[in-house]
């Protein structure tokens, strides 16, 4: 079985300030790993995923994401936040042969203030 | 391309009283989700369909829940009868077909089922 774990559920901080969403993950077998976004009044949007490879992967707004195998996280980071990032962050595993399945963690929501 | 679609957006009901929720995935996609997402907590599956077959239904509460996906498309989720905590989100999702855990699943904007 497999299950995520996000440290924060709230985290507040300055426009232009980093962030790191922090999440880890337990399973006993092999993941893919997600980041989903979810901006007010809308559906989930993939951000970005580590399938294999670099363990280092990007997404096309300034976010990165690193995978630590020995810690089991993926902790999604930005060097400087705007407003517009204000959301709430879905961390979310997939296990390999697992047919697509995801199972997500309870989520952090990210706060920008001017 | 349109994206995922879901209606009612919005739904209120008195506990034991049966609700349907309906989902039109991206045209050619051919696998379904059905997720559940409680208040405080991350989206759970309840029922994965690949064309019109059962993948997974291992989280779907089956004396109450029951989901069909009729010619390979469009999915409904009924609920009969509910309860005080079925109170969700409903949320679909589709993917163009099902692999190793590497297919993008694409959200629609959900249903929020209240039950008094």
């Known amino acids: 079985a497999q299950s995520v774990t996000q440290l924060d559920s709230q985290v507040p901080v300055f426009e232009e300030a980093p962030v790191e969403l922090r999440c880890n993950y337990s399973s006993s077998v092999s993941v893919y790993l997600f980041w989903y976004v979810q901006y007010p009044n809308q559906g989930l949007q993939l951000l970005l995923k580590?399938?294999?490879?670099?363990?280092l992967v990007e997404s096309i707004n300034g976010f990165e994401a690193e995978f630590n195998k020995s810690q089991t996280s993926f902790h999604l980071r930005k060097p400087s936040v705007h407003i517009s990032d204000t959301a709430e962050y879905f961390c979310a595993v997939s296990p390999v042969g697992g047919y697509n399945k995801l199972i997500f963690g309870a989520g952090t929501r990210l706060a920008v203030h001017p | 391309e349109a994206g995922v679609a879901q209606s009612p957006r919005y739904k209120i009901i008195e506990k034991r009283q049966s609700v349907a929720f309906w989902c039109n995935p991206i045209?050619?996609?051919?696998?379904l989700y059905w997720y559940q997402q409680i208040l405080g907590q991350g989206p759970k599956l309840l029922i994965q369909?690949?064309?019109?077959?059962?993948?997974?239904d291992s989280q779907l509460p089956k004396d109450r829940f029951s989901a069909e996906r009729l010619k390979g498309v469009d999915s409904t989720l009924k609920i009969q009868p509910a309860k005080l905590e079925d109170s969700a989100v409903y949320l679909c999702a589709s993917s163009s077909r099902t692999t190793a855990g590497t297919d993008t699943q694409y959200f629609g904007p959900g249903t929020r089922l209240t039950v008094l």
């Open positions: 045209s050619g996609h051919a696998t």
């Open positions: 369909f690949q064309n019109n077959g059962v993948v997974d």
């Open positions: 580590y399938l294999s490879g670099s363990t």
